[in-house]
């Protein structure tokens, strides 16, 4: 499928070709990122799934163009992706919001690099609040708000000026497990609400699945793709897909791919 | 009110009252000649003096120009040199011969070239206090913009900020918190710059009143200036204070305020 030249039309929003990156350490290469290659459809939700430490964030700087492509291709809508781009969004491991700004303020930062008018940001802001349901919280400081309120808020942030591809770097991981099941459903339906791309990384097996129409497995560091799953559950999900066999399989293949040493790699990603 | 005020501040009222006790004695039992120790009823009555003919005003007001003058000058080239040398590390390694020079060197020491070169008016003033507060801003302007975390600087160019906009958005209200430590010490500071000209040569100021009055003997106008003195350097640190209440009132914790609030 690389290899044809596809019309425009039918180009993915995001295509990621023999990215290789290595980090410097001492003088020699500390390889992070080998050999991946994959592609993002518009409008899908495709979770990245890997062990600690195995370059997660590291690929999601790629992709936010923070960081230089040294090897392979990264394209954003049908060009090599050099810097950040406009229509890209990205939400960081910890919330990252400015402490001296209110909720509001936070949220219409990019607007204001933007240019856009005090009131016209203001405006899209407050929507933004009511959608993610801090109202009444507009002129709270960070200090004052709750991990996963200030989660939100970074959520906000980043859909506020309509990126169309949204990058998600574990954004619930400091969360506990009660307030990350429920930003789950936030998340779902602020993404059909927007129907923006979305990219997140995560070591949960579980909010992969739950979410991702398509989960990609990566290698202990460096990391390598070992396995692409196409999530069979239907939309709009329950909680109970998590009860279903077929869950519990797609559970165990994963883990295996993870698991599994580099040699054993092939048979692996055949699957059943 | 007021007396739960003064309640709540009774040690500092008993310490206070106790000086002032300690020296009312000892100026009367000792003794000693007026000139070298005056009673507070004559620093009292020399203040009032010194406050109705409008001199000790005139001269505070004369310091008053050269310390904020100074400050002002002191800052505005600090504050952009600072953001060169963070920006362009390079500048750092070439300017810091000068800046280790300039702080071996006592600006008392200074003092006397610099009216040598720039007479004793104003100018020379100014000149050796923006060279105290200088230092100080410098040195907090480049620790705060360097304190300034990594991520912070992503989010800002995940949202194509341009570097004026990094520096209105991130790095000014980022590095305030620094800055404003740096300007808390520079205007206590810029207030010893100012003395110490007027010590070398002048012909007002508070400095020049102290020079003057000791020259006559006359202890108790020192006392009166020393004091207007302190109530300059501890005025600009109250007003610093005062704007870092107001602009840094984000970074006070939660707890405080709902302290307060009770
Ligand atoms: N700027 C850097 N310079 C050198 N090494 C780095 C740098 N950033 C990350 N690394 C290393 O690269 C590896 C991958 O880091 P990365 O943060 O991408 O992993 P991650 O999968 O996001 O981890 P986590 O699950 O803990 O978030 C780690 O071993 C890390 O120490
Ligand atoms: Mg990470």
Not at chain 2, 51 to 75: C, D, K, P, S, Y
Request: proline share 7%; net charge neutral.
């Amino acid at each position: 499928m690389a290899q044809v030249i596809l019309p425009r039309q039918g180009e993915p929003l995001l295509s990621v070709r023999g990215l290789s990156l290595a980090y410097e350490n001492d003088g020699d290469p500390f390889w992070v990122l080998q050999d991946l290659s994959f592609n993002v459809e518009e409008g899908s939700f495709v979770a990245i799934l890997g062990p600690s430490g195995c370059g997660k964030s590291t690929l999601l700087r790629v992709l936010a163009g923070l960081l230089p492509v040294p090897q392979g291709e990264v394209r954003f809508d049908g060009a090599p992706l050099r810097e950040p781009h406009p229509d890209i969004g990205l939400v960081f491991q910890h919330a990252n919001l400015l402490p001296w700004r209110t909720v509001l303020e936070n949220i219409t930062l990019p607007l204001e690099i933007r240019g856009i008018s005090q009131n016209e940001a203001q405006r899209r802001a407050r929507e933004m609040v009511a959608l993610i349901g801090l109202q009444g919280f507009e002129n709270t400081l960070p200090r004052d708000l709750s991990g996963g309120m200030a989660q939100r808020v970074a959520l906000a942030r980043a859909l506020v000026y309509h990126p169309r591809l949204l990058l998600l770097d574990e954004p619930f991981a400091p969360l506990d497990a009660l307030t990350r099941e429920q930003m789950w459903g936030e998340l779902l339906r602020l993404w059909t609400h927007t129907r923006v791309t979305i990219v997140m990384v995560t070591h949960s097996m579980t909010e992969a699945l739950v979410l991702a129409d398509r989960v990609l497995v990566l290698s202990p560091r460096p990391a390598r793709l070992r396995l692409t799953l196409d999530v069979p559950f239907p939309r709009p999900r329950t909680e109970d897909i998590r009860y279903t066999a077929t869950f519990g399989t797609l559970v165990q293949r994963i883990r295996e791919a993870i698991l599994s040493v580099p040699s054993h790699n092939t048979r692996q990603e055949k699957g059943p | 009110m007021v007396l739960k005020r003064l309640g709540h501040y009774l040690p500092e009222t008993l310490a206070v009252l106790l000086g002032l006790g300690l020296w009312w004695t000892l100026s009367v039992w000792t003794d000693l000649p007026t000139f070298i120790l005056p009673t507070p009823m004559d620093v009292y009555r020399k203040a009032l003096y010194a406050l109705t003919t409008g001199l000790l005003w005139r001269h505070f007001w004369a310091t008053l120009v050269e310390v904020l003058l100074g400050l002002a000058l002191g800052m505005s080239v600090a504050l952009p040199l600072g953001y060169l040398m963070h920006k362009f590390t390079p500048l750092e390694r070439i300017l810091s011969p000068y800046l280790v020079a300039s702080q071996a060197m006592p600006v008392v020491a200074i003092a006397p070239l610099l009216i040598i070169w720039f007479g004793p008016g104003l100018f020379s003033k100014v000149l050796i206090c923006a060279l105290i507060v200088f230092f100080p801003m410098l040195v907090n302007t480049v620790v705060g913009l360097g304190n300034i975390p990594e991520e912070w600087r992503d989010l800002l160019r995940v949202l194509h900020a341009s570097w004026w906009q990094i520096l209105w958005y991130l790095e000014w209200p980022a590095a305030l918190p620094v800055i404003a430590g740096g300007l808390r010490i520079g205007a206590t500071l810029s207030v010893i710059g100012a003395v110490v000209g007027e010590f070398v040569a002048a012909d007002r100021g508070l400095g020049f009143l102290i020079n003057a009055a000791r020259g006559r003997y006359d202890t108790a106008m020192v006392f009166v200036a020393l004091a207007a003195l302190m109530l300059m350097a501890l005025a600009l640190y109250g007003t610093v204070r005062l704007l870092e209440g107001r602009l840094l009132a984000w970074q006070s914790n939660a707890t405080s305020r709902v302290h307060q609030g009770l």
